[in-house]
């Protein structure tokens, strides 16, 4: 059954498959209490530890859990005032539409096959299952990295009722040249495969509100007005990667976005025209906001 399953997931286009053990997972629950403990969990996650490292707290009787990775990397774009993640289409529509074709495939296939699927907002750790599932290593930076991918990779998931037999997580991590910890605009990296989201120039650029001084700073460092992707620009594991070999990531582009456009729309039409993009979910007044903050 999972070689059935991984060569449909190679004739979507997904290369990398794997599969995580259903947990519970012991050594997450101390990296994420350590974590709690030394302030660094930020209001974008899942709140409840218990249900971060236990898939059967979201499927019951889940028995393993699917993960993929999605390329997104599409070269360099000079002009570019967004960040790459954010070029293509909203990446949360296009896995899940992938994941739930193969949800449909084994649901044809195994009887009674129950399953959940999510990539970003559902409530494990996207990165862990990865990691676990054998599909990559952890960089300093944070980041799980793929040998032919890089990091500019999304993570999507199903959390199932069927016992796939689990993969073997890569025994090592980034060469850890320290690079991404000098070129951090926000001094975010801790240096110990940790960061602080607070000082990171991608949370900041997404945070509602008013920003305090320090906060304004860190986002001038870099001209992208929505995320950052300096940690990854300077990372040697990113250097000869493939680009995405998926369609969906590779056209209908928009690595730019012009504010003084953006000034002359309402909401309404900002969403019309954007809404299927990752970078339209915090609303327009963010990227006008940012604007102004680098421009200053
Ligand atoms: C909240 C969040 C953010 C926050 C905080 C990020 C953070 N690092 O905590 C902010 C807004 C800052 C953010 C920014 C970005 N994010 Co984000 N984010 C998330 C989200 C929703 C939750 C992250 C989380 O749970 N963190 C908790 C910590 C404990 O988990 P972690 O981040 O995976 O950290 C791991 C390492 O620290 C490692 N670790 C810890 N201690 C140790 C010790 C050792 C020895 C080792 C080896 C490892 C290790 O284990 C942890 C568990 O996996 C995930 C999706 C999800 N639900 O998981 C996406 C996710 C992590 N983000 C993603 C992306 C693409 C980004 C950006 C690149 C976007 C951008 N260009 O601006 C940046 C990158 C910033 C960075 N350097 O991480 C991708 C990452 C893909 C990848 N290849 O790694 C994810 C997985 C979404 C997805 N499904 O694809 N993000
Ligand atoms: S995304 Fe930018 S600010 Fe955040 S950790 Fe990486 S380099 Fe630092
Ligand atoms: S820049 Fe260097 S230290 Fe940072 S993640 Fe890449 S290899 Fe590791």
Request: hydrophobic share 35%.
């Amino acid at each position: 059954m999972k070689k059935l399953l991984i060569a449909f997931a190679n004739n979507l286009g997904i290369e990398y498959v794997g599969i995580a053990p259903a947990g519970p997972y012991d050594d997450l629950k101390e990296i994420l209490e350590k974590r709690m403990v030394r302030g660094l969990k930020c209001e974008f996650e899942e709140d409840e530890i218990k249900k971060r490292i236990d898939p059967s707290l979201t499927l019951e009787n889940a028995k393993s859990v699917i993960v993929c990775l999605f390329p997104y990397y599409t070269g360099k774009i000079e002009m570019a005032n967004l960040s790459m993640y954010t070029y293509g289409l909203d990446y949360h529509k296009i896995i899940m539409e992938k994941l739930e074709q193969i949800g449909n495939f084994l649901t044809s296939r195994i009887t009674d096959f129950r399953y959940k699927a999510f990539v970003d907002s559902g409530p494990l750790v996207d990165r862990y299952l990865a990691y676990k599932a054998g599909l990559g290593f952890y960089g300093i930076n944070s980041h799980l990295i793929n040998e032919k991918y890089g990091s500019y990779v999304f993570i999507g998931y199903m959390i199932n009722n069927y016992p796939f037999e689990p993969d073997l997580a890569i025994e090592k991590t980034c060469i850890q040249c320290k690079k991404c910890i000098q070129a951090c605009p926000g001094t975010a990296i801790n240096g110990d495969f940790t960061i602080n989201p607070f000082r990171c120039r991608s949370y900041i650029s997404q945070k509602k509100g008013d920003l305090s001084q320090e906060e304004e700073e860190i986002l001038r460092k870099d001209k992208l007005l929505f995320g950052c992707d300096i940690c990854q620009d300077v990372c040697p594991h990113n250097e000869r990667i493939d680009k995405t070999n998926l369609d969906e990531f590779q056209k209908n582009l928009i690595p730019f976005i012009d504010c003084d456009e953006l000034l002359m729309i309402s909401n309404k039409e900002f969403l019309r025209r954007y809404k299927n993009r990752a970078f339209s979910w915090r609303g327009k007044n963010i990227l006008i906001r940012n604007d102004k903050i680098i421009k200053k």
